[in-house]
């Protein structure tokens, strides 16, 4: 089955926020930089399943259907929304991944490979140079996909989650994807 994404209509928000984004976490990425390269391998950990309190509220996808700077889309399976993505126009210029999520029982449908071509073609009808996006050393098969897909890990903040308990020991990775060389042959 096809999945077909879309841009979010009000209509939809309801539906885009009620996905079940929690993932499970079996490994962590052990990372290491050095001479400007960051080397990582995944390292084992005691399964659990993680779940953000943070996610997607109705205003902040109001806001992404009438602002010029940022977009949403869903992907749609079966007439379902199973996934989102929420994409702004950054500080520097990139376009940011605020939010990508695919419904925990419909992942490897292709929706996120969908979702993720989508706001790769936003950007690039934009102009944008890149885009980038941050995720965690906990989330491993999410770090998998965007290297699979192209992005690169451009750096790593140890302390960007000290302020929560919940997630202080967890470690924010920044993804990029430069346009100029994504889709062309050897880039």
Not at 132 to 140: A, I, K, S
Not at 153 to 175: N, S
Request: glycine share 10%; aromatic share 10%.
């Amino acid at each position: 089955m096809s999945v077909l994404v879309e841009r979010l209509s009000a209509g939809r928000i309801e539906a885009a926020l009620s996905l079940d984004g929690s993932f499970l976490v079996d490994s962590r990425l052990s990372l290491q930089a050095r001479d400007g390269v960051i080397a990582y391998e995944a390292v084992p950990l005691t399964p659990y399943r993680k779940r953000y309190g943070d996610e997607a509220e109705d205003d902040d996808l109001h806001d992404y259907l009438v602002a010029e700077d940022r977009i949403a889309f869903v992907a749609i399976e079966r007439g379902e929304v199973v996934g989102r993505v929420l994409v702004s126009t950054n500080w520097n210029g990139y376009a940011l991944i605020d939010d990508i999520a695919v419904d925990a029982g419909r992942r490897r449908s292709g929706a996120g490979a969908a979702l993720l071509d989508r706001a790769i073609a936003w950007a690039r009808e934009r102009g944008h140079p890149g885009l980038m996006l941050e995720t965690q050393d906990h989330n491993v098969a999410a770090c998998r996909f965007y290297e699979r897909h192209g992005f690169v890990l451009g750096g790593f903040d140890r302390f960007h989650y000290r302020h929560d308990a919940a997630v202080r020991h967890e470690t924010a990775l920044f993804w990029y994807l430069d346009l100029a060389t994504h889709g062309v042959a050897g880039g």
